[in-house]
C-alpha cells in the first residue's frame, strides 16, 4: 500500500524567512497530494493541494511542488509569520483514501 | 468547516466499556471517514464509507466498530477490544467518494482512559 513519509518532523525559522517541508510518496499511481495546517487543539483544514498533472501551484505566499519520476512533493512558505506555527501534514492518494504523513511542527519566532 | 460537528469534545472511558462517538455533517456529502490521532504519528484512517449503509476498513480497524445508517451521520464505537483508546480522534467528510477531493474536519473528539 501507499507511504507517505515527511521531513523534518520540527522545524523553527525566523520571521520573515522561508519554510520547507518536503514529502515522498511509495506508490507511483497516487495522483492527488493536499496539505493540511493544523493549529494547536484545532481541525485540520486545507491550506493547499495539487493534482499529478501539476508540477507547481501557488496560492499567496504558499505553493506546492510536485515531481512525479521522484515521487516527492514539498511545502514551500514564504514571509513566514508568526501565525504560520501550527503542524502541517502532507498526504497521498490515488483512490479512495488519503494517506497522511507524519506532520512537521513549523515554530516561527518574531 | 461548520457543517461537521463531533460530539462529545472530550470522553472518559473506564475498563471494559463500550463508548460511542458522534460525527453528524449537514453537507451532503457522500463520503465520511474515522481518523485516529496520536502525537508524532500523524492520522491514521480507522474506517471509512462512500455511502449510506456501506463502509470499509481502513488501516487500524481493529476494536472499532462504525454505522452508516443515514448519510449525514457516522458514528464510531471504541469497543473494549481496543486496548490503547487513548486518542484523539477526527471525523472527516468529502464531497464525492472518491479521496481526491477536499476533506473537511470536525474539531475532534479527545478520548480518555479512566
Known amino acids: 500500500g501507499e507511504n507517505v513519509e515527511q521531513h523534518p518532523s520540527t522545524l523553527s525559522v525566523q520571521e520573515g524567512d522561508s519554510a520547507v517541508i518536503k514529502c515522498t510518496y511509495s506508490d507511483s499511481a497516487s495522483n492527488y497530494f493536499p496539505w493540511y495546517k493544523q493549529e494547536l487543539g484545532k481541525r485540520p483544514q486545507l491550506i493547499i493541494d495539487i493534482r499529478s498533472n501539476v508540477g507547481e501551484k501557488k496560492d499567496q505566499r504558499i505553493a506546492v511542488t510536485l515531481n512525479k519520476t521522484a515521487k516527492h512533493f514539498s511545502l514551500h512558505i514564504t514571509e513566514t509569520q508568526p501565525e504560520d506555527s501550527a503542524v502541517y501534514f502532507c498526504a497521498a492518494s490515488k483512490t479512495d483514501k488519503l494517506i497522511f504523513g507524519t506532520g512537521t511542527r513549523l515554530q516561527v519566532f518574531p | 468547516d461548520g457543517g461537521i460537528t463531533q460530539s462529545p469534545k472530550y470522553l472518559f472511558r473506564k475498563e471494559g466499556q463500550n463508548v460511542t462517538l458522534s460525527c453528524e455533517q449537514n453537507?451532503?456529502?457522500?463520503?465520511m471517514y474515522w481518523y485516529r490521532q496520536d502525537p508524532g504519528q500523524g492520522l491514521r484512517l480507522i474506517y471509512y464509507?462512500?455511502?449510506?449503509?456501506?463502509?470499509q476498513k481502513g488501516d487500524i480497524a481493529e476494536g472499532y466498530s462504525v454505522s452508516r445508517e443515514k448519510k449525514e451521520s457516522f458514528p464510531l464505537t471504541v469497543t473494549s477490544a481496543q486496548k490503547n483508546p487513548t486518542a484523539f480522534y477526527l471525523c472527516a467528510s468529502s464531497p464525492q467518494t472518491q479521496a481526491q477531493e477536499t476533506q473537511y474536519f470536525g474539531p475532534g473528539t479527545r478520548l480518555l482512559v479512566l
Open positions: 453537507l451532503n456529502h457522500d463520503a
Open positions: 464509507s462512500q455511502i449510506v449503509n456501506d463502509f
